[in-house]
C-alpha cells in the first residue's frame, strides 16, 4: 500500500493521562492503518479508548508515545501551524452534542470552518448553502438551533463537517441523540459522502451504524481486540 493509498497509519500508539499510581492508559499500543476512501466504524464497550482513538486521528490530542501518520505526514514532526491547517481544512468533525452555536443561523454555523481557513466572505456563504443543500437543509439556511429538530442540528454538523471538503470525516456517536428516521437520513449522507471518495471514520455503540461501514474494529481496554469486513458492505 502507497502513502496515496492510505489516510490515516497509527503505530504503537500509547495515550496515558495522569502520573504514578493515578496513571489511566487509554490507549495500549494501538496499530491502525486506514486506506484512503475507507468507511471505517470504531466499536467497543464505554472506556475501550474510542475516544481517546478518534482524538488522536483528529489532532485534537497526541500520543504519549509512537506515532500518528496523515497521508504519509508524521504528525509529530510537523509545525503547529500546519498540524491546525489539517484539523481544519483535511478533517471533518461530527460529533454527538452538534456543537452548534444556539446564536448563530444554520449558514453561520456551516461558514466557521472557513471563517478560520480565510476563505471571503461570498464563497462561505456560496459554500455554505452548497453544503446545506447536500444534506438536504435547502431552506433552513437563517433558522437558528432552537428552531430545527435534533435530525436537522446534526445535519448543519455534517455540512459544517463537509463545507471545507475535507479529506475524511471523524464522527464520534452522530446518532446517539436521533431517533431512528434522523439516524437514517445521516448514515445515509455518509454513505453518499463515502461514496464521493470520503474516508469515513465512526465511533459507535449502535450495530445499525456499525453495518453501514465497510470494516469494523473492536476496542477493549485501550487495544484493536479484532477487525472484521462487513460482507454485505461493497467496496
Known amino acids: 500500500m502507497t502513502v496515496r493509498d492510505t489516510a490515516i497509519t ?3 500508539v500509547r495515550r496515558e493521562y495522569g ?12 496499530d491502525l492503518v486506514v486506506p484512503s476512501g475507507e ?20 489532532c485534537l490530542d497526541q500520543p504519549s508515545s509512537g506515532s500518528l501518520e496523515i497521508g504519509g505526514r508524521l504528525v509529530s514532526d510537523l509545525p503547529e501551524k ?21 446564536s448563530l443561523t444554520a449558514l453561520a454555523n456551516v461558514e466557521l470552518p472557513m471563517v478560520y481557513a480565510g476563505v471571503g466572505r461570498i464563497e462561505r456563504q456560496n459554500r455554505a448553502q452548497a453544503a ?28 459544517r463537517a463537509i463545507v471545507n471538503r475535507p479529506t475524511f470525516i471523524l464522527a464520534d456517536e452522530p446518532t446517539g441523540n436521533l431517533d431512528s428516521h434522523a439516524t437514517e437520513d445521516v448514515l445515509t449522507i ?29 476496542m477493549r481496554d485501550g487495544r484493536i481486540e479484532r477487525s472484521y469486513r462487513n460482507e454485505k458492505v461493497t467496496s
Open 82 to 102: 500546519k498540524v491546525a491547517s489539517i484539523r481544519n481544512t483535511e478533517i471533518g468533525f461530527v460529533f454527538q452534542s452538534f456543537n452548534l452555536i444556539p
Open 19 to 30: 502520573k504514578g499510581e493515578s496513571m489511566v492508559s487509554a490507549l495500549d499500543g494501538v
Open 10 to 12: 497509527l503505530r504503537a
Open 132 to 159: 446545506l443543500g447536500q444534506v438536504g437543509l435547502r431552506g433552513r439556511e437563517r433558522h437558528r438551533s432552537n428552531q430545527l429538530s435534533g435530525g436537522q442540528q446534526q445535519r448543519v454538523a455534517v455540512a
Open 190 to 218: 455518509f454513505d453518499e459522502l463515502h461514496g464521493g471518495g470520503a474516508t469515513v471514520i465512526v465511533i459507535t455503540h449502535e450495530d445499525e451504524v456499525a453495518a453501514r461501514a465497510q470494516r469494523v474494529i473492536v
Open 39 to 58: 468507511y471505517l466504524a470504531v466499536v467497543g464497550p464505554s472506556g475501550a479508548g474510542k475516544s481517546s482513538l478518534l482524538n488522536i486521528l483528529g
